[in-house]
C-alpha cells in the first residue's frame, strides 16, 4: 500500500459485535466505518439474551439503561427440576438474564455509533483482501458497482461464514454436531409452571423456553433423533417435539418466527493475522445451549477496542493488540468444552444418566455457596483474566466490581460512570493525593479519581489502575508506602506507553510482538451513511446458522 489508508480502522459486521467494537473505537477517537453485506436489517429476535457481565461492560459506556429498557429481567435459570440457578443473589447492578432481542440490541449500539460518528455502509459486501505492513484493502461489491476501501486494520465480525476470516487465511477447526435443533418465538396456550428460563431434557432431547412478557417464549428443542434436514418448521413438529420433552403438548401458536438451524463447535486458530482481527462468530461457534454466544461476542469487542485504538494512536505498549488473542481465545475454549458437555448430556439417550443429572443438579444447587458459583460463572462474572489464586483481595486482571466512591467535594459516584469516556481510571486511595498527580504525564490516556474514603472491598490498597474494560491493570498495597510513585510510573509506562502526547496516526507501531502487557498471558466523525435499522451479524443466531440454500 503506498498510499495513506482511508479510514483508521474498517469492521466487517454490523451486528452486536461490530456495532460494540465501533463503539468502542469512535469512543476511543479513531475513525472507524462498519460494511454490512445485508442490504436492510433483519427483524428476527435472533440472539435474545445479556447476562450479567456483558451488561456491566455495555454499562461501562453507558448502554445497558437503554438496552435494559427494552427488554425483561429473568431472575432464575431452572436446569432440571428442583435445580434453580438464581441470578438475584448476584452482586451487581444487574443481576438477572436480560431477554433482549437482537434487533433490538442492533438498535442501541446502531443509535451510539451513529452519534459518535461511525460511519455505517449497507449492501456491501466485501469480495476481496489485501494486506501488507502499512494498511489492509479490501474490495467492496455493492448493487451499484465495485471499489476499494483502505484501512490501518480491519476486523472481521462477519459471522460463522466470516468472508474476513476465509480472505486472511485463518483456519476454523470443528466439527458440525448430528443435531438440527428447532427454534421459535411464539404463544403457548399451557404455559411452563414458572415464568422463568426453563430447562427440560429426556428421551434423548431437550427443550428450553425464555419468557419474552406478554405471554411470549423463545423456545428451542433438539433431539438426537432429528437430524438436519431442509424441510420448513411447522407447528405440528414443534408441538410434537416440546411434548416429548416437556411430557404435556404446550400448544404453541400465533408464531413470529420458525427455523431449523445447524450447530457447530469450532474455534479460529488465530484471532488476528497482521492487521486483520477477528471476533465473535468470526472467531468462534458453539452450541447455543447456555446462550452465551451473543456475550461472547460483545466481551471480544470490548475487550479489543481499547486495545486497538491504542495501537492506531501511537501508544500501545508492546505487546498490548496481541493480548486480545491471549486473553480472548482462552475465554472461547471454556464456553466450547462447557456447551458441548452441556449438550451432550442434555440430549443423551440414556434415562439413567438423565436421571442422574437431575438428581446431580438439584443436590448440588440445593447448596447456596454451588448455586452462587453457578450463577457467577453463568453470568460472566467469573469470567476474568488473572492468575489463579485466593483470598479477597482484588488481583490484576480481575473484573472491578461497580463501587460507589466518593471524591472530594463532590458527591457519590458510580465507578462505571467514570469511565464512559473509555480511557484508563486510577483510583488514588491514598492520603497524599501524589498517584493521581502523576497521571498528567500521561494526558488524555489516563483519568485520575481521589478517592476520600477507601472502598471496603478496595481495603488495604493505597492505588488502583483499572482498563477501559473494566479489569484491574494494577494495584498497589499500603503495606509498602516506600517506592509508591516509581511503582505508579512503572504501571502506567506497562499500560499506557510512554509519557507525553500519544504519537500521531502516522507513528503507530507496526503489528507484532510476543509480550503481553501486566499480569496477563484518531478520528471520530465521519460522515454519517446508515439506515436507521440494525444489521444481523451475517444473519446468524450466535452459534447455531441456518444452512444456506
Given at each position: 500500500m503506498t498510499t495513506a489508508p482511508d479510514h483508521s480502522v474498517i469492521v466487517v459486521g454490523a451486528g452486536p459485535t461490530g456495532l460494540a467494537l465501533a463503539c468502542e473505537l469512535a469512543a476511543a477517537g479513531v475513525s472507524c466505518t462498519v460494511l454490512e453485506r445485508r442490504p436492510t436489517a433483519s427483524a428476527q429476535s435472533r440472539a435474545m439474551g445479556l447476562y450479567s457481565?456483558?451488561?456491566?461492560?455495555?454499562?461501562?459506556?453507558?448502554?445497558?439503561?437503554?438496552?435494559?429498557?427494552?427488554?425483561?429481567?429473568?431472575?432464575?435459570?431452572?436446569?432440571?427440576?428442583?435445580a434453580v440457578v438464581?441470578?438475584?443473589?448476584?452482586?451487581?447492578?444487574?443481576?438477572?438474564?436480560?431477554?433482549?432481542?437482537?434487533?433490538?440490541?442492533?438498535?442501541?449500539?446502531?443509535?451510539h455509533a451513529l452519534d459518535l460518528g461511525v460511519t455505517i455502509e449497507r449492501d456491501?459486501?466485501?469480495?476481496?483482501?489485501?494486506?501488507?505492513?502499512?494498511?489492509?484493502?479490501?474490495?467492496?461489491?455493492?448493487?451499484?458497482?465495485?471499489?476499494?476501501e483502505s484501512a490501518d486494520y480491519v476486523v472481521g465480525c462477519d459471522?460463522?461464514?466470516?468472508?474476513?476470516?476465509?480472505?486472511?487465511?485463518?483456519?476454523?477447526?470443528?466439527?458440525?454436531?448430528?443435531?438440527?435443533?428447532?427454534?421459535?418465538?411464539?404463544?403457548?396456550?399451557?404455559?411452563?409452571?414458572?415464568?422463568?428460563?426453563?430447562?427440560r431434557s429426556g428421551n434423548g432431547g431437550v427443550v428450553v423456553t425464555v419468557p419474552y412478557g406478554g405471554g411470549l417464549y423463545r423456545v428451542a428443542v433438539a433431539r438426537r433423533d432429528r437430524p438436519w434436514t431442509r424441510d420448513p418448521v411447522t407447528l405440528e413438529e414443534l408441538s410434537e417435539l416440546m411434548t416429548l420433552s416437556l411430557g404435556f403438548d404446550p400448544e404453541p401458536y400465533d408464531p413470529g418466527w420458525l427455523a431449523r438451524f445447524k450447530i457447530h463447535q469450532r474455534l479460529a486458530d488465530h484471532y488476528r493475522a497482521g492487521r486483520v482481527?477477528?471476533?465473535g462468530?468470526?472467531?468462534?461457534?458453539?452450541?447455543?445451549?447456555?446462550?452465551?454466544?451473543?456475550?461472547?461476542?460483545?466481551?471480544?469487542a470490548v475487550n479489543l477496542g481499547w486495545k486497538l485504538a491504542a495501537e492506531v494512536q501511537g501508544w500501545a505498549p508492546p505487546g498490548l493488540l496481541d493480548s486480545y488473542q491471549a486473553e480472548r481465545r482462552p475465554q472461547a475454549e471454556?464456553?466450547?468444552?462447557?456447551?458441548?458437555?452441556?449438550?451432550?448430556?442434555?440430549?443423551?439417550?440414556?434415562?439413567?444418566?438423565?436421571?442422574?443429572?437431575?438428581?446431580?443438579?438439584?443436590?448440588?444447587?440445593?447448596?447456596?455457596?454451588?448455586?452462587?458459583?453457578?450463577?457467577?460463572?453463568?453470568?460472566?462474572?467469573?469470567?476474568?483474566?488473572?492468575?489463579?489464586?485466593?483470598?479477597?483481595?482484588?488481583?490484576?486482571?480481575?473484573?472491578?466490581?461497580?463501587l460507589t466512591v466518593q471524591r472530594p467535594g463532590a458527591a457519590p459516584v458510580r465507578l462505571y460512570e467514570l469511565m464512559r469516556d473509555g480511557r484508563f481510571l486510577l483510583?488514588?486511595?491514598?492520603?497524599?493525593?501524589?498517584?493521581?498527580?502523576?497521571?498528567?504525564?500521561?494526558?488524555?490516556?489516563?483519568?485520575?479519581?481521589?478517592?476520600?474514603?477507601?472502598?471496603?472491598r478496595l481495603t488495604g490498597l493505597t492505588a488502583l489502575l483499572i482498563r477501559p474494560d473494566g479489569y484491574a491493570a494494577w494495584t498497589d498495597g499500603a503495606e509498602n508506602p516506600e517506592g509508591h510513585e516509581n511503582r505508579v510510573r512503572q504501571a502506567l509506562h506497562q499500560w499506557c506507553g510512554v509519557e507525553g502526547p500519544a504519537p500521531r496516526r502516522e507513528e503507530s507501531a507496526a503489528p507484532g510482538g510476543d509480550g503481553v502487557p501486566g499480569d496477563t498471558a484518531g478520528r471520530a466523525g465521519e460522515t454519517m451513511r446508515a439506515e436507521e435499522a440494525g444489521g444481523a451479524e451475517a444473519g446468524e443466531v450466535t452459534s447455531a446458522e441456518a444452512e444456506r440454500p
Open positions: 457481565r456483558t451488561m456491566e461492560v455495555l454499562d461501562l459506556r453507558g448502554h445497558a439503561d437503554a438496552l435494559a429498557a427494552r427488554g425483561r429481567p429473568v431472575g432464575r435459570l431452572r436446569p432440571a427440576p428442583g438464581d441470578f438475584t443473589e448476584l452482586d451487581t447492578r444487574f443481576p438477572a438474564l436480560h431477554v433482549i432481542p437482537q434487533s433490538r440490541t442492533e438498535e442501541v449500539l446502531q443509535r456491501a459486501e466485501v469480495v476481496g483482501l489485501e494486506q501488507d505492513g502499512s494498511g489492509v484493502t479490501l474490495h467492496v461489491r455493492t448493487g451499484a458497482g465495485e471499489w476499494e459471522g460463522a461464514h466470516s468472508t474476513v476470516r476465509e480472505l486472511a487465511g485463518i483456519s476454523f477447526r470443528g466439527r458440525t454436531y448430528d443435531i438440527a435443533p428447532v427454534l421459535a418465538d411464539v404463544r403457548l396456550r399451557r404455559t411452563p409452571p414458572v415464568d422463568d428460563v426453563l430447562v482481527l477477528l471476533a462468530d468470526a472467531a468462534h461457534l458453539h452450541s447455543p445451549l447456555g446462550g452465551q454466544g451473543l456475550n461472547l461476542g460483545i466481551q471480544d471454556r464456553v466450547l468444552r462447557a456447551t458441548d458437555r452441556a449438550t451432550r448430556l442434555a440430549t443423551t439417550p440414556s434415562p439413567a444418566l438423565t436421571a442422574v443429572r437431575r438428581v446431580a443438579l438439584a443436590g448440588l444447587l440445593g447448596r447456596r455457596r454451588i448455586r452462587r458459583f453457578a450463577s457467577e460463572a453463568l453470568s460472566g462474572l467469573r469470567s476474568d483474566y488473572a492468575r489463579r489464586g485466593g483470598g479477597r483481595a482484588l488481583r490484576v486482571g480481575q473484573r472491578v466490581p461497580d483510583l488514588d486511595l491514598s492520603a497524599d493525593g501524589r498517584a493521581a498527580q502523576l497521571t498528567e504525564a500521561w494526558g488524555s490516556r489516563v483519568s485520575p479519581v481521589r478517592v476520600d474514603a477507601v472502598p471496603p
